[in-house]
T-cell receptor, first 115, second 113 residues
Framework: ETGVTQSPTHLIKTRGQQVTLRCSSQSGHNTVSWYQQALGQGPQFIFQYYREEENGRGNFPPRFSGLQFPNYSSELNVNALELDDSALYLC??????????????FGSGTRLTVV | GENVGLHLPTLSVQEGDNSIINCAYSNSASDYFIWYKQESGKGPQFIIDIRSNMDKRQGQRVTVLLNKTVKHLSLQIAATQPGDSAVYFCAEKDPGGYNKLIFGAGTRLAVHP
């Protein structure tokens, strides 16, 4: 059984650019969630994808968008990068069924630095 | 790598002692809680979870206690080891209908030999 894998591990971008982060969910999981973790803080929920559709979103602007693919992998896209977008971006996969969540597992994250 | 928890409260313990990390949660309707450990440069690692129909759950060297009356969680680590040094987060599953976790502020655990 493989865990959650994210790529790249580190990334440096310039303000105004666009970035795409990738996540492969754990085998058997059908839901992917993305979180932003600023330095010294807990992770903040960005959004969740289930059955290839966004079905929950936190307090993040529309320039944060995502995709989920038929194999349950996912992408996080951020347009018009701002300096405050510098953070650790975490992907978590889980198995959602019958109204409960199981096996909520995080990847190691992508460290994004915007300069 | 990532330096998690620069300004977080710190609990310092001696190796071999028991550690207790506390957490207050926000929503009385939350029914599922998880404790995570996060080491520098890594993502949160699942430690133990508990559902709201339980008051206590034990794992290997760890125990989680849930007090729904005061919306409080604690994580007890027995015989703390240097490898336990990390930032610990509690998370509650948002009862709002989808699979969102709400994280607490985190506590840094520093284990001294």
């Amino acid at each position: 059984e493989t865990g959650v894998t994210q790529s790249p591990t580190h990334l440096i971008k310039t303000r105004g650019q666009q970035v795409t982060l990738r996540c492969s969910s754990q085998s058997g999981h059908n839901t992917v969630s993305w979180y932003q973790q600023a330095l010294g803080q807990g992770p903040q929920f960005i959004f969740q994808y289930y059955r290839e559709e966004e079905n929950g979103r936190g307090n993040f602007p529309p320039r944060f968008s995502g995709l989920q693919f038929p194999n349950y992998s996912s992408e996080l896209n951020v347009n018009a990068l701002e300096l405050d977008d510098s953070a650790l971006y975490l992907c978590a996969s889980s198995l959602v069924g019958q109204g409960s969540a199981y096996g909520y597992t995080f990847g190691s994250g992508t460290r994004l630095t915007v300069v | 790598g990532e330096n998690v928890g620069l300004h977080l409260p710190t609990l310092s313990v001696q190796e071999g002692d028991n550690s207790i990390i506390n957490c207050a949660y926000s929503n009385s309707a939350s029914d599922y809680f998880i404790w995570y450990k996060q080491e520098s440069g890594k993502g949160p690692q699942f430690i133990i979870d508990i559902r709201s129909n339980m008051d206590k759950r034990q794992g290997q060297r760890v125990t989680v206690l849930l007090n729904k009356t005061v919306k409080h969680l604690s994580l007890q680590i027995a015989a703390t080891q240097p490898g336990d040094s990390a930032v610990y987060f509690c998370a509650e599953k948002d009862p709002g209908g989808y699979n969102k976790l709400i994280f607490g502020a985190g506590t840094r655990l520093a284990v001294h030999p």
